[in-house]
């Protein structure tokens, strides 16, 4: 009589068994034929109708191989074919030398002289549309005694869990240096997520002034732009603002290419923030990088003398950005009414 109930569990438990067996083999099977095809798609081959038509036909093969065919002659063409567009995908590096748009056609490198930095392919565009800007380019130099806080943004093209993150280092005798963490598009070129993972774009930290870093998104591209001081030390922020540097000369000397998930810009943020010295873990917010400020605000690295909504409705800087438009002052202007920074 005890047998039975312990067969009927030894035959559910080998089901589940199967169960389970078959449907990690199914997820690992969907995950190799569609990172494949998308590899195929969004590779350097020059035509999109030839990288569809591969990729469509890579598909339907390995569709043939593992659900029609199964014989183990197939499976091995499988691999080879899987493999062969493996090695090269990892053979297509990146490159400095293509056709980028004027926006990020210049590198900017940094001259560390001790107290002293010199800072060149600064960004100082004037802008009349997104589209339509004089490009200026300028050097600027800076101390790094005079670095004493670090300000946050997070801008928005729509409201939602993704957004763009970047850091301006404000020194107490000069307009902040605004570093933003971005993709390298070539003329013709736009940013889309999936293709960010398969080697389309190249990486660039974009060094400017505010009123173009930040005016641009909100006064042209008509992104909501928030701003909020963080709790560092003048220690930490210099610390920072060095390893930022240490990059943006590597940058400059070897290329490499965006990753939304691995070498982005809210990622990049918070690796560096940790070699400089912040304590904590990893949050999912870290890619959900539309919530991000809410995860700064609950782990105290911004003012929390307000409750959280009524400081991210008071530092919004759209309506502040749009009437300093241009103006040398402009990074004065968008922060006098902020909570944290105007006190």
Not at 64 to 78: D, H, I, N
Not at 140 to 155: C, G, N, P, W
Not at 282 to 303: A, E, K, P, Q, V
Request: contains cysteine; aromatic residues 14%; proline residues 3%.
């Amino acid at each position: 009589m005890q047998k039975r109930p312990l067969n009927s569990l030894r035959r559910g438990l080998a089901s589940l068994f199967r169960w389970m067996t078959a449907a990690i083999w199914l997820l690992l099977r969907a995950i190799l034929i569609g990172w494949a095809a998308l590899a195929i798609y969004y590779s350097n081959l020059p035509w999109w109708e030839l990288r569809l038509g591969l990729a469509v036909a890579f598909t339907a093969f390995a569709i043939w191989v593992f659900w029609v065919s199964r014989r183990p002659l197939m499976y091995a063409a499988f691999a080879a074919l899987f493999l062969g567009t493996l090695a090269w995908w990892l053979s297509i590096s990146p490159s400095h030398n293509r056709q980028w748009r004027p926006e990020v056609a210049v590198m900017p490198r940094a001259i560390i002289e001790g107290d002293r930095v010199r800072l060149t392919g600064v960004r100082n565009f004037d802008y009349r549309s997104r589209d339509d800007f004089t490009a200026h380019y300028e050097e600027r130099e800076v101390q790094l005694s005079h670095l004493t806080a670090l300000d946050f943004y997070v801008a928005y093209w729509m409201e939602g869990w993704v957004g763009h993150t970047f850091l301006s280092f404000v020194f107490d005798n000069a307009p902040p240096v605004s570093i933003s963490i971005e993709t390298r598009p070539e003329v013709g070129e736009g940013f889309a997520p999936i293709a960010s993972l398969f080697k389309q774009f190249e990486l660039i930290y974009v060094v400017g002034q505010e009123r173009d870093i930040v005016g641009l998104r909100t006064n042209h591209r008509d992104e909501l732009v928030y701003l909020y001081r963080l709790n560092t030390s003048a220690d930490d922020a210099r610390r920072l603002f060095m390893i930022y540097l240490t990059r943006i000369n590597e940058l400059a000397d070897q290329p490499e290419f965006y990753h939304l998930l691995s070498n982005s810009c809210t990622i990049n943020v918070i690796r560096y923030a940790n070699a400089a010295g912040r304590a904590g873990r990893f949050d999912i917010r870290h890619l959900l990088n539309g919530l991000i400020d809410s995860y700064l605000y609950h782990s105290g690295r911004i003012d929390t003398t307000l409750a959280f909504d009524e400081l991210r409705r008071r530092s919004l800087v759209n309506e502040a950005a749009r009437a300093a438009d241009g103006a040398s002052d402009f990074w004065q202007r968008i922060r006098a009414f902020l909570p944290t920074i105007a006190r």
